[in-house]
C-alpha cells in the first residue's frame, strides 16, 4: 500500500492529505515490504519503541517475511510528531499497553493506543455494576419498597417497576444508538474528524461518569438519565475505535495476536479497578450507595487518564474516506450508506452477509444489553449487595484472561468461525445452567462458580468475533464495513431487554426472561453456519473485494482521461482544507 493510496482515502491514514504526500519515501515507494523494513520505517529504534533497532544479522532473517505496510504504520510516518510525548511519560504510561507484532517485535503506537482506549472502557463498563445495583435499591425506596426489595415490589415509579429501570434504559440507549449512528458513521467516513470524534465522546463518557459520583435517594433519576446518555456516548466512542482496528495491521496472525492482547489488557485493568474498589468497600464498610459512588470516581480517573493520554499522543488523524455525494448531506447520506452497504454484502459477499445476520443476536448486540439483565438478576431474584456483585465481577474478569488465551490457540489451531461459534454455544449453555440453578437467594453462592464459566465465555468469543471483522472484511473499505459492524450489534440489540422488560412487568418469573438471551445466542449459532467454510470465505471476500476495487480503478481513471482530454484540470481525490489553497493545483475546493 503506497502513500497515495493513503491520501485517497480509500484506506485511511495519514494526519492530513498533505503530511501524506509528504511523507518520507520509505512510505511512498514500496507497496510491499519486508517485517524488518517495516519496522525500520514505522521507527522501530529506540526512540519509537523503546528498542534498539535490529542487527544486520536479525534484518537479514527477517526478510524471510514479507509484508505490506499498515495504514497505521503509514499515518506514523507521515505524522509530524508536533505531540510527542516526554520519554519519561512514555515509558511511564506506554509500556503496560503495548503490543509487540509477533513478526517483526516493533510496537506500534496506534496499536498502543487500542489497548489504553480498551483499559479506559473497562472500568467504565465495570462502573455501571455498581451504578446499576445502587439505582434500583434507590428505585425500590423511592416506590415505597425498601421493607420488601425490588422482587416484591407491587408499586410503580416513573410507570415502571424498580426491576425494570435498568433494562428499559438499555432499550432507550439502544434505539437511539440505532437512529443516530448513521449520522456519527458519516461524520468519521466523509469527514477528516474521525479522531475529533473519538476525543469528543470520551470527553462526554468522563463528564456524565463524573457526575454520577453524587448518586443519592435525590439524584437516582437523574443518574438513570446520565447513564442512558453515557452508554449512546460510549458506543459512539467504540465505533470511532473500531474504525481504527483494520489500519493496524495486513497480516491475519498478527491482527489475532493484537485482539487477544487487547482482551487480556482490558481485563486485567478491569481486575485492579475491582480489587480497589473491593478493598475500599472492605475497609471502609461502605454499603451499595456509597461503593457506587467509588466506582464512579475510580473509573473517572481511569478513563481520563488513559483517554486523555491515548487520543492526544498515539492516535493519528485520518482524512475523509469519501466526499458526501450530490445532493445529500451528513444527515440522511449515512442512512444511504447503510442502505447502499447492505445491498452490496447481500448480493455479493455470501459468507458477509451470514456473519452480519448472525452479529444481530450477538452477545455484544445492545447497549449494555447484557450487564442490565445480569445486574437486574442479581440485585433483585439473588438479592446481592453491590460487594458481593463484586466478587463476581472480579471471579468473572479473572477467568476471561483463560478465556483469551484459549480463544487465540483454538483460532491456530482450528479458525476464527469455529471458536467464534463455539464460545457461543458454550456462553449460552451457561446462562442455561445460571437460571436454572440460581433461582433464589439461598443458593447465590453459587454465583461465584457460575461467573467462572461466564467469564471463560467472553474471554473465548470476542477475540474471535473481532478477528472476524476483520478477516471478513474486504481490503480498501474497512471503514464502511466496520461501520456496518457497529450498525447490527445495535440495530435490534435493544430488543432482549425489551422482551425481559415487558416480561418483567406482567409478573413473569425473572428466570424465563433472563433465557431470553440464551436463546438470541443460538439464533446467532445458527445463522453462522450459513457463512459456510472459513477459507473459502475468506477468499470469498477477497477476490469480490479486489473485483470492486479494480472496477473503482477502471472507473476512476475514464474519468481522468475524460478530465485531460477536455482540458478542464487534472482529477483530484485528496481532501482539501475548506477555504485553503490546495498546495500541488493552486485551486480552492470552492472552485
Known amino acids: 500500500m503506497t502513500a497515495k493510496e493513503v491520501s485517497n482515502g480509500s484506506s485511511g491514514g495519514s494526519e492530513t492529505a498533505a503530511s501524506a504526500a509528504d511523507a518520507p519515501p520509505q512510505a511512498q515507494a514500496a507497496s ?23 542487527s544486520a544479522d536479525a534484518a537479514a532473517s527477517n526478510r524471510r517475511y514479507q509484508r505490506k505496510l499498515s495504514i497505521s504504520e503509514e499515518a506514523t510516518l507521515a505524522s509530524s510528531k508536533r505531540f510527542a510525548p516526554p520519554h519519561f511519560l512514555k515509558v511511564l504510561f506506554e509500556t503496560p499497553f503495548r503490543t509487540k507484532n509477533p513478526n517483526h517485535g516493533g510496537h506500534l503506537e496506534e496499536a498502543t493506543g487500542w489497548g489504553m482506549d480498551a483499559a479506559g472502557r473497562g472500568p467504565l463498563n465495570q462502573a455501571g455494576s455498581y451504578i446499576g445495583v445502587a439505582i434500583i435499591q434507590l428505585a425500590t425506596i423511592d416506590a415505597g419498597c425498601g421493607d420488601v426489595g425490588a422482587a416484591r415490589c407491587p408499586n410503580r415509579i416513573y410507570g415502571l417497576r424498580p426491576s425494570s ?85 495486513v497480516v491475519e496472525v498478527e491482527l489475532t495476536h493484537y485482539t487477544s492482547r487487547f482482551n487480556i489488557v482490558m481485563y486485567s485493568v478491569q481486575i485492579v479497578y475491582v480489587l480497589f ?10 454499603g451499595s450507595i456509597d461503593t457506587a459512588r467509588v466506582a464512579a470516581a475510580g473509573a473517572f480517573a481511569f478513563a481520563v487518564v488513559l483517554f486523555t493520554y491515548a487520543w492526544t499522543f498515539l492516535f493519528r488523524k485520518r482524512p475523509a474516506l469519501s466526499k458526501v455525494n450530490p445532493g445529500d448531506n451528513l444527515v440522511n447520506s449515512g442512512f444511504k450508506q447503510i442502505g447502499r452497504t447492505t445491498k452490496k ?34 440485585a433483585v431474584t439473588l438479592r446481592m449487595v453491590s460487594i458481593e456483585v463484586g466478587i463476581v465481577n472480579l471471579i468473572l474478569l479473572v477467568s476471561t484472561i483463560p478465556g483469551s488465551l484459549f480463544s487465540n490457540w483454538f483460532m ?18 451457561t446462562i442455561g445452567v445460571t437460571v436454572a440453578a440460581l433461582d433464589r437467594p439461598e443458593r447465590k453462592k453459587w454465583t461465584y462458580l457460575v461467573s467462572v464459566f461466564w467469564g471463560l465465555a467472553y474471554g473465548w468469543i470476542f477475540p474471535a468475533q473481532r478477528t472476524l471483522q476483520v478477516t471478513l472484511t474486504p481490503r480498501g473499505q474497512e471503514a464502511e464495513i466496520m461501520g456496518m459492524f457497529t450498525f447490527v450489534t445495535q440495530v435490534i440489540g435493544w430488543l432482549p431487554a425489551l422482551i425481559f422488560s415487558i416480561m418483567n ?21 445458527l445463522l453462522l453456519y450459513g457463512v459456510g467454510d472459513y477459507d473459502a470465505a475468506v477468499q470469498q471476500v477477497k477476490e469480490v473485494g479486489e473485483q ?44
Open 505 to 525: 412487568e406482567n409478573g413473569v418469573n425473572m428466570q424465563w426472561s433472563v433465557s431470553v438471551l440464551a436463546w438470541f445466542l443460538l439464533v446467532s449459532i
Open 165 to 249: 429501570m435498568l433494562t428499559m434504559a438499555s432499550v432507550i440507549t439502544g434505539v437511539t444508538s440505532a437512529l443516530l449512528m448513521p449520522v456519527i458513521g458519516a461524520v468519521v467516513d466523509h469527514t477528516r474528524h474521525r479522531k475529533a470524534v473519538g476525543v469528543l465522546t470520551a470527553i462526554l463518557v468522563c463528564a456524565i461518569t463524573g457526575f454520577q459520583i453524587a448518586i443519592s435517594l435525590d439524584t437516582w433519576f437523574a443518574c438513570l438519565v446520565a447513564e442512558m446518555f453515557g452508554g449512546f456516548a460510549l458506543i459512539m466512542h467504540f465505533m470511532s475505535v473500531m474504525a481504527y482496528l483494520p489500519d493496524l495491521t
Open 548 to 591: 470492486e476495487l479494480a472496477e473503482m480503478t477502471a472507473a476512476r481513471a475514464e474519468v481522468e482521461d475524460m478530465v485531460a482530454e477536455q482540458g478542464e484540470g487534472v482529477f483530484v481525490d485528496e481532501v482539501v482544507d475548506e477555504g485553503k489553497e490546495d498546495p500541488r493545483f493552486n485551486i480552492t475546493d470552492e472552485d
Open 277 to 286: 474498589l473491593i478493598g475500599m468497600t472492605y475497609g471502609l464498610g461502605l
Open 32 to 54: 510491499t515490504t519486508t517485517s524488518a523494513e517495516a519496522a525500520s520505517a514505522a521507527g522501530s529504534g529506540s526512540e519509537q519503541y523503546g528498542q534498539a533497532a535490529p
Open 412 to 429: 491456530q489451531k482450528k479458525n476464527p468461525l469455529i471458536t467464534f461459534r463455539y464460545g457461543l454455544m458454550f456462553l449460552a449453555v
Open 345 to 378: 454484502i447481500f448480493t455479493r459477499y455470501h459468507s458477509l452477509r451470514w456473519f452480519m445476520l448472525a452479529l444481530l443476536f450477538s452477545p455484544e448486540a445492545g447497549a449494555g444489553v447484557v450487564l442490565s439483565v445480569a445486574v437486574t438478576y442479581l
